[in-house]
């Protein structure tokens, strides 16, 4: 079993920046993919980044060049860098767990992101 708690939402202008971490504790050898969903109200939960244990990364287009993701395999922890907020980036944000051997994906408890205009 995996877990993981994320930490660093809050409220932010427009144009502001935040970082996300989501530490991962249990499993964690096993752990293959680790990423940042998203869900605005009203929508569905959408990808926002990945990233694989060999560093490759993956970002949604409505995210790229101002979101990054990173990850520290020493500590366990993946981080969400996002520049440059956009009213419609306020969602509960989401930390993801996959691996090959797990049954299902782990999730966070998620943690809200509020950017006002």
């Known amino acids: 079993q995996v877990r993981l708690v994320e930490s660093g939402g809050g409220l932010v202008q427009a144009g502001g920046s935040l970082r996300l971490s989501c530490a991962a504790s249990?499993?964690?050898?096993?752990?293959?993919?680790m990423g940042w969903y998203r869900r605005a109200p009203g929508k569905q939960r959408e990808s926002v980044a990945t990233i694989t244990s060999g560093g490759y990364t993956n970002y949604a287009d409505s995210v790229k060049g101002r979101f990054t993701i990173s990850r520290d395999n020493a500590k366990n922890t993946v981080y969400l860098q996002m520049n440059s907020l956009k009213p419609e980036d306020t969602a509960v944000y989401y930390c993801?767990?996959?691996?090959?051997?797990?049954?299902?994906?782990?999730w966070g408890q998620g943690t809200q992101v509020t950017v006002s205009s």
């Open positions: 993801n767990a996959a691996g090959p051997s797990f049954p299902y994906a782990y």
């Open positions: 249990g499993r964690i050898s096993s752990i293959s993919t």
